[in-house]
């Protein structure tokens, strides 16, 4: 008797989206007009996404997703109206309680994700990238050409009313 060996095949983990109010109420009110059910239209409009880049970027255009997602536990500050995700006060934070006397943050950007409970490195540099392009850090360079980062005058405001928040 002869048994044939299957290669293991892995799938990958399932990716869960909380969608916010006014967006989900939208897909609610679109998926009913169509007989869908609002989860099986979303999967559907992202399958036909997932495999054309072209697509994407036509709709996307030069702005970044993160900039762009509603919702994303965003936190609305007096020190900066237009908000921040969660996970950019975090990146904030840490900076701030980390940094050097100087206030220059001269630890390794996966410390950061540590610190953070396991954020990806590669989200952390782009939750830096939209943090600075917002004004909040600048990338300084160290010794050997290595980067560090360090809060601007208004990123140490976030940072300082953030701090508040925690003492309150």
């Not at 990338?139 to 050409?145: D, F, L, P, S």
Request: with cysteine; glycine share 10%.
């Amino acid at each position: 008797m002869n048994i044939a060996a299957h290669p293991k095949t892995m799938t990958p983990p399932p990716l869960h989206v909380a969608l916010p109010g006014a967006l989900a109420e939208g897909v609610r009110l679109m998926a009913a007009r169509r007989g869908d059910h609002p989860q099986v239209l979303v999967a559907a409009l992202m399958s036909k996404l997932v495999d054309d880049v072209a697509r994407v970027a036509d709709l996307m255009g030069d702005s970044v997703a993160a900039e762009e997602a509603p919702g994303q536990g965003r936190r609305v500050l007096e020190s900066f109206p237009q908000g921040l995700t969660q996970r950019q006060c975090g990146v904030i934070y840490v900076l701030g309680f980390h940094a050097d006397e100087d206030g220059v943050f001269r630890k390794q950007l996966i410390k950061i994700g540590i610190i953070l409970n396991g954020v990806e490195i590669t989200s952390i540099s782009d939750v830096l990238a939209a943090l600075s392009r917002k004004g909040l850090v600048d990338q300084v360079r160290g010794r050997e050409g290595k980067r560090h980062w360090q809060l601007t005058r208004s990123g140490r405001r976030v940072f300082k009313e953030l701090n508040e928040g925690e003492s309150a």
